[in-house]
Each structure stands twice: as C-alpha cells, then as structure tokens.
C-alpha cells in the first residue's frame, strides 16, 4: 500500500459550526488540556466503585500521551468522562479544562459542540461505535456537515478524500457500503477518517489500531503523525500495543485498578521504569523473533505462490483425518439485494491436523476471517471443498450443521457485538451446554464458574451485562463461550486484539495449556506476528484474497521467502523507541524507494 501525505482540508476552523471551545488557532507547545484531580467513579450494587482515581497531567499542543494498564485499570473510562460519554451510572468529579473551558459539568448542549469539533473520539470496537442502519459514507458525511457549513457534493468529496488517505479500497464503492459489509481492519480507518475530519485540537485514540494489520498500522500511524504536526493536535493513545507506544507516544501514563502507579516519558518508561507493574508490563510484551531460530542444516519446507498458481495442499500422515481441510476452495460472500456476489478467497489449499496450531496472517481485507467463517459454516464455498473433521460441509443444509457444530468453535474479533447484549455473560457462556448438552441447573452453573476460572474473571461477574465489561473482558467471556463444548476445531479470529499485554500473556499461557490438555486444532487468525510466533507450528500467509506463503513459522519469521512477507515482517512495531525510531525510518526510506521505482 502506498502512503499519501494528509491532504489539507479546503475549509478553515472559521467555518465550523461550533460557537463555544477552540475558537481561534492554535500553536505547538500551547497548553491544550489540564486535568487536575479527576476521579470517575460507577454507581454498581448499591455502592460507589472507583474505576479513575485522582488523575493529573496536562497535555500540550503537539504533545502524544500514552495511557497504558491492564483492562479494567480506568484507562479509557477516564478519558470518556472528558467528554461526558460516561454511563447513566457514572460519575466525574475533579476538573478538566480545555484551553482554559471546563468540561466535566459542562450542560449537554455545550458538549455536543465539542464532541468531534474540538475532541474526537476513535473507539475501541468500530462495529458497536458505527450506526448499523447507515452506510459508512454517510456517516463520515454526517459529522462533516454537522460541524462545517458544506453542501452535500462537498460533503462526499472530503469524505472520499479521508477514505483514501486511510487506505480504504475503492473508496467509491466503498463509500455506500454499510459497517457489517466490511472486515474489522477497515471499519476501524472507516472510524478513523471520521474522527480526523474535523481536525480536532485533542484526539483521544482508543485502541486506534487493534484491528489493523501491521503494515496499515503503520500508516495509520504515520497519519496520526501528521495530523500531530499539521494541526498540532494533541492526543491522548489509549492502547496496551506496547510497540505503538514506543512509536507515538511523548509521555506515558501507567495504571493499575484506576490509580496512576507510573508517569514519565517514553524513554524513562521503557529504559528504566521504577514501578513494579511497570517493569511486570514491559516484560510481558511478545518479541518477534525472541521464540524463533533459523534452521541450519534443514530442508527449507516453505512454499510460496508464483506466477498466481495456488500454494498446492501440503500432503500430511494419511492415516489421520485432518481437523480441516480446504481444497482449491473459493469462497464468496453471496450476492445482496442489488449488489452482487463478492469472491474473497481464491483457490486455497490448506490442512490443519488434530492438535496443530496455524496462524493466518495478511492485512485487513486479505481473507482471514473469510476462511475462518467458511470453516465454521457461515459462509459458502462456490468452489472447491471444505471438511472438518472428516465431514464435508462444502454443500451441508442448514438442519445438519447442528451436529457439526459441537465440533467447532469460533472467537470473533469485536467480542461487543458477538456477545448478546440481553444476556448476562454467566447465560451467554452456559447456552452451548444448554443446548447441546442439555446441562441445567446446579451442574451448567457449575460449568459455567469452571470457564470464568479458566479465562481469569471473578465468578461474581456471570450476572454482568456485556455492556458494563471492558473490552478485553468481553473478549475473554467470548473465549470461555467457545470453549465450552471442548471443540476438536477452534477458529481464533483476533482472540488476543482487544487484550492488554499482561493479560494477553496470561491468555496466551492460558490458550496454550488448554490446546495441549484438550488437544483441540486451531486456525489462529491474527495480525500480531509475535503472537501467532509464539503459539503456532505453521503460519499461512494471505494476500487480496490468496494465499501466498505458507511454511514452519521458524522458517517464515527467519527467513521469509515472498516480497509480501517480507514487508509484512519489517512493518512490526518494537518496544523500544530508539529501534523503532529507526525501523520506522528505514520502511519509509523502502517505501520512498518503492515509489520512485513504481
């Protein structure tokens, strides 16, 4: 993907709307935010329970502060009582001034103005932060004619323009396409180029790229860089990538059950943190490379695609019935009203043996998930085969997949829109062993406790909706889900996305034990390549719907064979400034050379 530089917006801020915070320019340096004391606190079970405790810091124009901790710290509720998008039983005392204007007891009608104009928002799961009934375009439309003074034909141009600078493919076509309609890669630069729109003074960036790949991390990135010294915006990076807040962050803020344990800037906090749980942070992030040595003296066994002729299937023990198996298999997503059917997969050979563990890796819009839905039957292959576990559910009816599904299980990528929000978890986790096993009572009860054990949540939290969990409890809930039938096939699609690092190394562990101990394969779909390194014996690797190479991760992370890969490898960021400062210059010099090339 080639990366453009932000294009200037053909409006000035003297022509928004808004009559209230953030008139006039302002300069780099300049003191933009200034939070003193703030406390936020949620009124649960007849008590008041504290999720931000005291927090203090200013942020300055230009200025990127990264907030990091584990999920469930206050990290983002915080950041949310700024702009008074708490819950109905969330409070928030203490103040926060924008450029001198309160906002915490500010009325509704004054944050309205604020909200996007002067504060935008990118939210942590784009498929619940997106109207589901609207298309895309519209929406970013929506917000451009809300805060500027636009005709419509001006609306959709600018709207074009940002979906072309994140990198949206065909823009045009995308533009009139509605959220579900597109991968979670792309829905996420969808709420990105919305939230730029309005060349907000600050930008509170909400786990801005856990659904990105890495190379359009990279560039989304890089845009939030130039947005930084175009507009000289300040941004607060809410994420638990530890590689992305060596990239952008200024200063770090680290907390711990709502209190700061650590404030310093970058290079304090990764070259000498003091806090213990800081130290417990760093030394829980995943090194590419660190789980992976080439092999000397060892046949190469990694095929890679030429001259577009697919990756042949790989033979494996023909004694044994493979967990799954696709052969030349394409896969479409059917024709839609007056849209017409869309072919994501071509002609993909791919085996995964009982007990084998293989990461799919390639950018957002590759066919990941794709081929993790056909696997789970939720998406028909028009050519070709697919089987799972000896049974061939290439043309199965919907009345004999019940059996089927017993076998498989499946963690989606956004857990906030794959939970059933009328639920509680505890029922939402117990429903497969209601209806496939028939457990009610004491004994699903007991089942259920078990699972919330073995994903590292309180008991006490089964009567929680999903909306009152953090991201990343959503997602281990969703891991509990599917693993409650104890499936002979997991799809893993993005299971550790929305985790912070401590406790994705937790799950990680946690995945691994239960893997060996149930002996279950799994299809592991990620964009964290140091994560599939770590857990995978194989990794495949897809390109616009292809695979392209597929070999022993040793031999894909040494020594990757195909350009694609190669690019792919080079785009990870590291938990260190200084060499990502470096690796970051030396993919831009790449890319400058590949542009002159071209």
């Not at 906090?269 to 060892?298: C, D």
């Not at 004491?442 to 999903?466: I, Q």
Request: charged share 25%.
């Amino acid at each position: 993907m080639s990366e453009q530089p932000i294009a200037v917006s053909s409006l000035s801020r003297g022509e928004k709307m808004s009559r209230g915070v953030g008139s006039g320019t302002i300069k780099k340096g300049e003191l933009i935010l200034e939070v003193r004391d703030l406390t936020v606190r949620f009124w649960v079970n007849n008590d008041w329970f504290v999720a931000a405790d005291s927090m203090t810091f200013d942020l300055s124009a230009g200025e990127v502060l990264a907030i990091v901790g584990e999920s469930g710290s206050g990290k983002t509720q915080s950041s949310m009582s700024l702009i008074g998008l708490l819950p109905a039983n969330g409070r928030s005392t203490g103040s926060a001034k924008l450029k001198g204007t309160e906002l915490i007891g500010m009325p509704l009608n004054k944050l309205r103005e604020v909200r996007g104009n002067e504060i935008a928002v990118i939210f942590q799961e784009p498929m619940t932060a997106l109207n589901p009934v609207y298309t895309v375009g519209f929406q970013i439309v929506e917000t451009l004619r809300t805060h500027f003074v636009m005709n419509p034909t001006d609306a959709k141009d600018r709207a074009l323009e940002l979906m072309r600078l994140v990198e949206i493919p065909n823009p045009e076509d995308s533009f009139n396409k509605f959220p579900h309609q597109l991968s979670g890669g792309q829905r996420q630069r969808i709420m990105i180029a919305q939230s730029l729109s309005c060349d907000p003074k600050l930008l509170i960036a909400d786990e801005p790229t856990t659904a990105l790949d890495v190379t359009v991390q990279g560039e989304i990135l890089k845009l939030m860089r130039e947005l930084r010294e175009r507009v000289d915006a300040a941004i607060i990076l809410i994420t638990h990538d530890m590689g992305v807040v060596a990239d952008m962050a200024d200063r770090i803020i680290v907390m711990k059950d709502g209190r700061v344990v650590e404030h310093g800037t970058s290079e304090q906090i990764f070259g000498a943190p003091k806090h213990p749980y800081t130290q417990q942070l760093l030394a829980a992030v995943p090194h590419l490379g660190s789980a992976s040595e080439p092999l000397e003296g060892v046949p190469r066994l990694t095929l890679i695609a030429r001259d577009d002729k697919p990756i042949p299937l790989t033979s494996g023990d023909s004694s044994v019935t493979p967990a799954l198996l696709l052969e030349n298999a394409s896969i479409e997503y059917p024709k839609a009203g007056r849209r017409a059917a869309f072919r994501a997969a071509h002609q993909i050979n791919l085996r995964v043996d009982p007990g084998e563990v293989i990461g799919l890796v390639g950018e957002s819009g590759s066919g990941k998930t794709t081929i993790g839905r056909a696997a789970v039957a939720l998406l028909p292959v028009v050519e070709g085969k697919i089987s799972v576990a000896g049974r061939d559910i290439t043309h199965a009816r919907p009345k004999d997949l019940k059996p089927f599904r017993k076998d498989v299980g499946i963690v989606f990528q956004d857990p906030g829109s794959s939970l059933n929000p009328r639920l509680p978890v505890g029922e939402s986790i117990g429903e497969p062993l209601l209806l496939h096993q028939g457990l009610k009572g004491a004994e699903l009860s007991k089942r259920v406790e078990a699972l919330l054990d073995s994903v590292e949540l309180p008991r006490a939290m089964r009567n929680r909706y999903p909306h009152e969990l953090s991201g990343g409890q959503r997602q281990r809930i969703g891991i509990a889900r599917a693993l409650a039938l104890e499936p002979k096939l997991l799809i893993a699609d993005e299971p550790t996305s929305a985790l912070d690092v401590s406790v994705q190394a937790r799950v990680l562990l946690l995945f691994q034990e239960l893997q060996q101990r149930y002996g279950f394969a799994c299809l592991f779909i990620s964009h964290d390549l140091a994560v599939v390194e770590m857990l995978s014996e194989r990794i495949a690797v897809m390109r616009n719907g292809r695979l392209v190479e597929v070999g022993p991760t040793r031999e894909i992370v040494s020594a990757p064979q195909h350009p694609y890969t190669q690019r792919l490898l080079s785009a990870v960021p590291v938990p260190d400034p200084a060499e990502q400062k470096k690796r970051r210059e030396l993919r831009d010099a790449i890319i400058a050379k590949e542009k002159i090339v071209s």
